[in-house]
């Protein structure tokens, strides 16, 4: 196992704090405050990464689909969310192949 990931809802700002906190997770690269930073997100993906390799992949990855979505955001505005959802699918299929 490289790594766990969980989904933090920020309605629930006692369990994120939990697991930044106390479990000491991270704010996942691949989490859409990462990659979009200029949109809000009702939730965060928040991982605690074990293998440095895995890491890295997935942060050259996140940077690869951030870099893509920013890019395209001023090309066309009404695909962005397609975007982003496509990008951070490559990201996770990418992680997964690391297992």
Known sequence: MS??????SKNNPAGT?????????TIDP????????GEEYS???VSKIFDE????MLQLQADEARE?????????SDSDAEELTEAMANVKVAA???D
């Open 3 to 8: 790594g766990v990931m969980l989904t933090c």
């Open 17 to 25: 704090k939990f697991y930044l906190e106390k479990m000491k997770y």
């Open 30 to 37: 691949i989490s859409p405050s990462y990659v979009n930073p």
């Open 43 to 45: 939730y965060e993906i």
């Open 53 to 56: 390799k895995a890491r890295q």
């Open 68 to 76: 893509e979505f920013l890019e395209s955001s001023d090309e066309e």
């Open 96 to 98: 997964a192949d690391l």
